[in-house]
């Protein structure tokens, strides 16, 4: 399977989340990881890090898997290598997240294909969430 066209439809699914986990968050502001949790920041959009052995990043307390997500986080973004990101689908199926966005690199054809399989809305394209947030420095 491909990555499917990422439609205005697909991207106002992913954002009409309550809150979002951030798959691949980092301290270090220089990554993409950091960026995009800064990016649902200045966007007063509710943002809760995952990362396995940080507490904290930019001010916001971690949770260590995705399993450990608040039941308001609809939507998962991805910033992992793509091996990563296999095993972080299945992680979003099992907690019933319904909506992913791989960043560019995040993605592979497996992952894609699995969350795809689960029926989710997959937003692998390509497209940037930085990009479509209008994040800047």
Request: hydrophobic share 40%.
């Amino acid at each position: 399977m491909t990555s499917p066209t990422v439609t205005q439809a697909m991207l106002d699914i992913f954002l009409a989340s309550p809150a979002f986990g951030v798959v691949g968050a980092s301290k270090d502001r220089d990554k993409y990881g950091n960026k995009v949790l800064r990016a649902y920041q200045l966007r007063q959009r509710r943002a809760i890090p995952v990362h396995p052995r940080e507490t904290e990043i930019e001010g916001v307390r971690c949770v260590a898997s995705v399993a450990e997500l608040p039941a308001e986080a609809h939507s998962l973004s991805i910033i992992t290598p793509p091996a990563i990101t296999e095993q972080i689908v299945e992680a979003a199926h099992q907690k019933g997240i319904k909506n992913l966005w791989m960043q560019p690199g995040a993605e592979s054809p497996k992952a894609v294909a699995q969350a795809q399989k689960y029926g989710m809305n997959v937003i692998a394209d390509g497209t940037c969430l930085l990009v479509v947030l209008k994040y800047h420095e």
